[in-house]
């Protein structure tokens, strides 16, 4: 049976890609697609236009003081140092908690200022984003994704990545089909090149939501043989 600690992770980190380049040599080669794809274009930012906005919304700020700092950091020193025994605990993380560690630690810089963890919800983390997004291929401007993201933890072979379940925005609506999109290139995930993630992660066991919380359970190294 696990131990519990009455203590409580995270953050994420978001790493968006681009197929602008491979889309860019299939226009050069096929010149005549050129016409299809810019209408094709036109449509998926008109589309985008609806539900994003030019400025980025105004995201609550937690500036938390030195206590409060340490009180959440040890959570993650007890994760550490079940790690090193081997033991099985599971650790606890508010909603604040989470925003306490986004504003502490280097490795949640990225969402610094446009993520504040709002609440923990049965179905995930239930987040208030201003996500950038690239305007197109030709303007290079910035639009946002201006919104409430629902978030779903799970654990990867090298780090916890955060699932886009739903994207509520403050404007408009986003259709399913670019949920699922965004919920496929895993933007929201911790750096698997992170020394703590990487010396760490094989002996996390699992990272779900519960009763309000966020739980971090550890356990046998998941990469170590059976037997």
Same mark, same amino acid.
């Given at each position: 049976?696990s131990?519990?600690?009455?203590?409580n992770?995270?953050?994420?980190?978001s790493?968006?890609t681009?197929g602008c380049?491979?889309?860019a040599?299939i226009?050069?080669?096929?010149g005549?697609l %050129?016409?299809l794809?810019t209408?094709?274009g036109?449509?998926q930012?008109?589309k985008i236009?609806?539900?994003?906005?030019?400025?980025?919304?105004e995201?609550?700020?937690?500036?938390?003081?030195?206590?409060?700092t340490?009180?959440?950091?040890? @959570?993650?020193?007890?994760i550490? #140092?079940? %790690?090193?025994?081997? @033991?099985?605990?599971?650790v606890? /993380?508010?909603s604040?908690?989470?925003n306490?560690?986004? #504003?502490?630690?280097d490795?949640?810089v990225?969402?610094?200022?446009?993520?504040?963890i709002? &609440?923990?919800?049965p179905?995930?983390i239930? #987040?208030?984003?201003?996500?950038?997004? &690239?305007?197109g291929? %030709?303007?290079?401007?910035?639009?946002?994704?201006?919104?409430?993201?629902?978030?779903r933890?799970?654990?990867? %072979?090298?780090t916890?990545a955060f699932?886009?379940l739903?994207i509520?925005?403050r404007?408009?609506e986003v259709?399913?089909? /670019?949920?699922?999109n965004?919920?496929v290139l895993? /933007?929201?995930?911790?750096?698997?090149e992170?020394?703590?993630?990487e010396k760490?992660?094989s002996?996390i066991s699992?990272?779900?939501?519960?009763?309000?919380?966020?739980?971090v359970e550890t356990?046998?190294?998941?990469? #170590?043989?059976?037997?």
């Amino acid at each position: 049976m696990s131990n519990e600690e009455n203590v409580n992770p995270e953050g994420l980190q978001s790493s968006p890609t681009s197929g602008c380049l491979i889309l860019a040599m299939i226009l050069f080669v096929f010149g005549g697609l %050129v016409v299809l794809y810019t209408v094709v274009g036109l449509y998926q930012n008109r589309k985008i236009d609806s539900f994003t906005q030019d400025s980025a919304m105004e995201v609550t700020l937690v500036e938390p003081d030195a206590k409060e700092t340490e009180v959440v950091l040890a @959570k993650l020193t007890t994760i550490e #140092a079940a %790690v090193e025994e081997g @033991k099985a605990i599971r650790v606890l /993380f508010s909603s604040h908690d989470l925003n306490v560690l986004i #504003a502490s630690l280097d490795v949640l810089v990225d969402f610094r200022g446009n993520t504040f963890i709002d &609440r923990i919800s049965p179905q995930g983390i239930v #987040a208030d984003m201003a996500q950038p997004m &690239r305007k197109g291929i %030709v303007d290079k401007g910035m639009r946002y994704l201006n919104g409430t993201f629902v978030l779903r933890p799970q654990i990867r %072979v090298r780090t916890v990545a955060f699932e886009v379940l739903d994207i509520r925005p403050r404007e408009g609506e986003v259709p399913e089909g /670019f949920i699922k999109n965004y919920a496929v290139l895993d /933007f929201f995930r911790l750096d698997p090149e992170n020394e703590h993630i990487e010396k760490h992660i094989s002996s996390i066991s699992a990272v779900y939501v519960e009763d309000g919380q966020l739980v971090v359970e550890t356990g046998k190294d998941r990469t #170590a043989p059976e037997g």
